[in-house]
């Protein structure tokens, strides 16, 4: 009996939707379509402080903007629901409780310090950081004890002490890791939410996830994803771990080098088939080379195996590349036209620009050189306008500082940036009036424009960001850069003063 192909796409709705994400939807989209199956979008929110519905919104719409649909979901009818796992919480205790029973999991109620004191002393002595198993042999008595007590717990996973898990990868072949490399991962928090590993293999088996395809940071993970499997009894499923995606220095993919947001490439003016078809050449060729094609001839075509194991290249230069062969081959003039007022000349882009620029304009004409920021990609900066009264260095501080600040913003509205701008003022001793010109210029490039929170709001957190770190780029160019010291000085006072930044 042939097992009905199904896969998944599993986004953490904690910030933009990244191209990361897009990528693997594309080939799970491709691999279930071409062997009839259904493809299922599950949005793993177990992170509850900052999970958000408006980034899970915003998953959800970057993805059918390029094209990617999906068989069941939040949004649809499927009898394998609810998809999102924070609604799941009792099955995932039900199944903690299961490996409890049974023993192949345990309670562990050691404090935070004593995990962090563990893991320096690991360090230090060049030891893999992981759990020592200080709680794996307690009584039961000592557990109800502690339990009774009030003592907070983690529930943590059994790891054999011997011998090695061994699975095939579709692309890789055989894949051996040694147990005692495996970490006691944590699979219930003490808040009663189960972790990634618990959740994902629960919901993977429930829903009948027959290939699991997913990024190659998770071959390391896979041994206790397939013990859970094991210890429940159950089949595993297929798995292939992509290549990661790579900036053109070969490092893994990140915002701090690249724009990685998809809206940050719709707000930018790039056509969703370009970007599609940008994320199907990652590391695949279709069998007869050619570059340009469409989401339906990619599936039609896809064979896994065709999958090259080397890192692909996100080259932006290349992306702009094919985007231009897409406006001059693929679209009309006419088409042209309309996409480029459905993208931003369109009333209700321009009805979010006009109550702040109307206190500013006095004819039409001012218009385009008071707003057009907002249609550019990056804003030209000059070295004397954008440094002003403050010096560079100090300016490279403030710049880097509202950057780790913005991004922890969950809602992005003007009330949100205005407390941003507002306590960093407080904190590096300046009056607010005294810093908005610097980013005046960085968001605009010039010395006026509209008000200031109000464009960052319109621009949103992707370009918004991207400037930030085009006008480090433009400072550094110009002389004016952090040192490595420098940097790991500044994050030092940064905790101190605004806490832990976000990933």
């Known amino acids: ?8 796409i599993a986004p953490s709705p904690t910030g933009s939707p990244h191209v990361g994400t897009a990528y ?4 799970n989209y491709a691999y279930a379509k071409k062997n009839k199956g259904d493809m299922v979008l599950r949005i793993e929110d177990t992170d509850q402080k900052r999970s958000s519905i408006d980034s899970e919104n915003a998953i959800m719409n970057s993805l059918k903007w390029l094209g990617i649909e999906w068989d069941e979901g939040p949004d649809k009818t499927g009898k394998f629901g609810p998809y999102r796992q924070s609604e799941r919480k009792e099955i995932h205790a039900r199944h903690v409780q299961i490996l409890l029973d049974n023993g192949f999991a345990y309670p562990c109620f050691c404090s935070s310090q004593r995990l962090k004191e563990l893991r320096t002393s690991q360090i230090a002595n060049k030891e893999t950081p992981r759990y ?17 007590a009030g003592e907070k717990y983690v529930i943590r996973l059994k790891i054999p002490t011997e011998g090695k898990c061994c699975f095939t990868d579709k692309l890789r072949g055989k894949v051996e890791i040694d147990w005692k490399q495996i970490d006691h991962q944590v699979l219930q928090k003490s808040d009663g939410f189960p972790t990634y590993h618990l959740a994902n293999v629960v919901d993977d088996h429930l829903m009948n996830i027959s290939h699991v395809i997913r990024g190659e940071e998770w071959i390391s993970s896979t041994p206790k994803h397939i013990l859970l499997y094991q210890y429940f009894g159950w089949e595993p499923p297929s798995y292939t771990h992509l290549p990661l995606l790579r ?14 947001g998809i809206n940050y490439f719709r707000e930018a003016g790039f056509l969703p088939e370009a970007m599609i078809n940008y994320l199907g050449m990652m590391g695949y060729t279709l069998p007869d080379q050619r570059e340009i094609f ?15 194991l080397g890192g692909p290249i996100f080259d932006l230069s290349k992306l702009k590349w094919l985007n231009g062969r897409y406006l001059r081959e693929k679209l009309s003039e006419k088409e ?19 109550p702040h620029a109307l206190q500013r304009i006095e004819n039409f004409s001012d218009f385009i050189p008071l707003t057009g920021f907002l249609f550019e990609e990056n804003p030209t900066f000059s070295h004397s306008q954008l440094i002003g009264k ?9 710049i880097k500082i509202c950057e780790w600040e913005l991004e922890k913003i969950q809602e992005w509205n003007r009330n949100n940036i205005f407390f941003i701008f507002q306590s960093l003022a407080e904190k590096e001793d300046y009056k607010i009036k005294s810093i908005l010109p610097l980013f005046f210029q960085v968001i605009s490039g010039n010395s ?6 109000d464009a960052i709001e319109i621009l949103g957190p992707d370009l918004t960001r991207l400037r930030l770190r085009k006008a480090l780029e433009y400072l550094s160019s110009q002389g004016s850069s952090l040192s490595k010291k420098d940097l790991k000085s500044l994050e030092k006072e940064y905790r101190s003063k605004y806490g832990n930044r976000v990933d």
């Open 1 to 8: 009996m042939t097992i009905p192909v199904r896969t998944r």
């Open 24 to 27: 693997m939807a594309l080939f």
């Open 132 to 148: 020592d198993g200080h709680c794996l042999n307690l009584t039961k008595e000592e557990i109800s004890q502690k339990i009774e």
């Open 247 to 260: 900036n053109p220095d070969k490092s893994k993919l990140s915002k701090r080098k690249n724009p990685t």
């Open 294 to 308: 469409s989401i339906d001839e990619f599936t039609q075509t896809f064979d896994i195996h065709r999958m090259s």
């Open 336 to 354: 042209v036209v309309a996409r480029i007022i459905e993208w931003k000349i369109n009333s209700k882009f321009i009805q979010k620009i006009i």
């Open 390 to 398: 403050i010096n560079p260095d100090e300016a490279i501080k403030l």
């Open 448 to 453: 006026v424009s509209l008000p200031l929170f």
